[in-house]
């Protein structure tokens, strides 16, 4: 990809993620606008909705989830996201029965079978009904107590089956994580989408937040089929618009202007959907730095420093009392106005966790 076409798309990302000119205000607002945001890393998933949201702390976020406007479960790509709370039960039936029909072999070789689900589901239930609430240990401890072996994985992938059918989602910040609770009592009020409904939904949101993005984009976030992300493009109609890249066709939202986005640097978190949200991740990361930040292929993702769209280093904290450090390691050497950026997005970082700035060194590697 052409160096001027990378700028454009990186610049028009920064801006529909809300990573510059943000005007939302909320970690409620971020997870709305974002439809979903990549969440395996619960301290990840927190920085990730205040970076886009200027001012918000860390106590913001978990009181976002306290009060039930956000939750955490497994709504795309078997993989845990924070979404809506009033969304997640329609973006759960897009791809559920089909991501559960894939884990069959997996959960067949742990033992785990529809009568094993059932009864834990009828545990789980009696374990929560009324408002309960227990941390991922405790509800493994009850499935134990109930004779429903935990180890070896299968706690995990017991909750995780639970959580696709929708009996589960991680809800209230708990004194080792996030609650486990019953979806149906946490969320009193989901929205109910038709199968063409929620189609729609993911289309426009998901290239308004993510946009420009390509269909096959949309096809890995999110593992829908192709005649099911055709039909809701197709529902999408003038809500969604299109521009032409190095002969690629990208969607976006309607309103989305293409112009360039002001110079930012930011520190992003490990597993950040500016990088993960897309199937083709060159236009922000050039392939020669991908074991930068995922070194070894390994699937962890590293935290990233952002300069003016372009991934340029990972960062690591060290907090210490009362104080957190950051520590950068560049791809190449930063241009001291880029150093000075980076000096600022580390205290704001420490604001964000109610700590005061430490050290904001970088390192080339």
């Given at each position: 990809?052409?160096?001027?076409?990378r700028?454009?798309?990186?610049?028009?990302?920064?801006?529909?993620?809300?990573?510059?000119?943000?005007?939302?205000?909320?970690?409620?607002?971020?997870?709305?606008?974002?439809?979903?945001?990549?969440?395996?890393?619960?301290?990840?998933?927190?920085?990730?909705?205040?970076?886009?949201?200027?001012?918000?702390?860390?106590?913001?976020?978990?009181?976002?989830?306290?009060?039930?406007?956000?939750?955490?479960?497994?709504?795309?790509?078997?993989?845990?996201?924070?979404?809506?709370?009033?969304?997640?039960?329609?973006?759960?039936?897009?791809?559920?029965?089909?991501?559960?029909?894939?884990?069959?072999?997996?959960?067949?070789?742990?033992?785990?079978?529809?009568?094993?689900?059932?009864?834990?589901?009828?545990?789980?239930?009696?374990?929560?009904?009324?408002?309960?609430?227990?941390?991922?240990?405790?509800?493994?401890?009850?499935?134990?107590?109930?004779?429903i072996?935990?180890?070896?994985?299968?706690?995990?992938?017991?909750?995780?089956?639970?959580?696709?059918?929708?009996?589960?989602?991680?809800?209230?910040?708990?004194?080792?994580?996030?609650?486990?609770?019953?979806?149906?009592?946490?969320?009193?009020d989901?929205?109910?989408?038709?199968?063409?409904?929620?189609?729609?939904?993911?289309?426009?949101?998901?290239?308004?937040?993510?946009?420009?993005?390509?269909?096959?984009?949309?096809?890995?976030?999110?593992k829908?089929?192709?005649?099911?992300?055709?039909?809701?493009?197709?529902?999408?109609?003038?809500?969604?618009?299109?521009?032409?890249?190095?002969d690629?066709?990208?969607?976006?939202?309607?309103?989305?202007?293409?112009?360039?986005?002001?110079?930012?640097?930011?520190?992003?978190?490990?597993?950040?959907?500016?990088?993960?949200?897309?199937?083709?991740?060159?236009?922000?990361?050039?392939?020669?730095?991908?074991?930068?930040?995922?070194?070894?292929?390994?699937?962890?993702?590293?935290?990233?420093?952002?300069?003016?769209?372009?991934?340029?280093?990972?960062?690591r904290?060290?907090?210490?009392?009362?104080?957190?450090?950051?520590?950068?390691t560049?791809?190449?050497?930063?241009?001291?106005?880029?150093?000075?950026?980076?000096?600022?997005?580390?205290?704001?970082?420490?604001?964000?966790?109610?700590?005061?700035?430490g050290?904001?060194?970088?390192?080339?590697?």
């Amino acid at each position: 990809m052409r160096r001027t076409d990378r700028t454009r798309i990186a610049s028009l990302r920064l801006a529909s993620q809300n990573l510059v000119r943000s005007t939302v205000a909320s970690p409620a607002e971020v997870a709305q606008s974002m439809l979903a945001t990549q969440a395996q890393d619960l301290s990840s998933a927190q920085w990730a909705l205040a970076v886009r949201s200027p001012g918000t702390t860390l106590a913001d976020v978990d009181q976002a989830f306290n009060e039930g406007t956000i939750v955490r479960s497994w709504p795309f790509r078997g993989t845990l996201h924070v979404t809506p709370a009033a969304d997640l039960g329609w973006m759960l039936a897009l791809t559920r029965d089909r991501i559960l029909r894939g884990a069959t072999t997996r959960h067949a070789g742990l033992g785990l079978d529809d009568a094993v689900f059932v009864r834990a589901a009828d545990i789980v239930r009696g374990a929560l009904r009324g408002g309960g609430r227990l941390s991922r240990a405790a509800l493994l401890a009850e499935l134990d107590a109930s004779g429903i072996a935990t180890g070896h994985q299968r706690g995990g992938h017991i909750i995780w089956y639970l959580a696709h059918t929708g009996l589960i989602c991680f809800g209230p910040m708990g004194a080792s994580g996030q609650d486990i609770v019953l979806a149906d009592e946490w969320i009193p009020d989901p929205r109910r989408l038709s199968p063409d409904e929620a189609l729609t939904e993911l289309a426009v949101r998901y290239f308004t937040s993510h946009g420009p993005a390509t269909v096959k984009d949309l096809l890995w976030w999110s593992k829908i089929l192709v005649p099911e992300a055709r039909r809701a493009i197709e529902g999408a109609g003038d809500r969604l618009r299109q521009i032409v890249v190095d002969d690629t066709v990208y969607y976006l939202g309607a309103r989305q202007v293409d112009e360039p986005a002001v110079p930012a640097l930011l520190l992003l978190p490990g597993f950040d959907e500016y990088l993960l949200g897309y199937g083709d991740r060159d236009a922000v990361l050039p392939p020669e730095h991908s074991d930068r930040v995922v070194p070894g292929s390994n699937g962890i993702f590293l935290p990233m420093v952002v300069s003016n769209g372009q991934i340029v280093a990972t960062w690591r904290r060290t907090i210490r009392r009362g104080s957190v450090d950051v520590a950068a390691t560049a791809f190449a050497p930063m241009a001291a106005t880029t150093t000075a950026r980076y000096t600022k997005a580390a205290s704001a970082y420490a604001r964000y966790l109610g700590l005061t700035p430490g050290e904001a060194t970088v390192a080339d590697s």
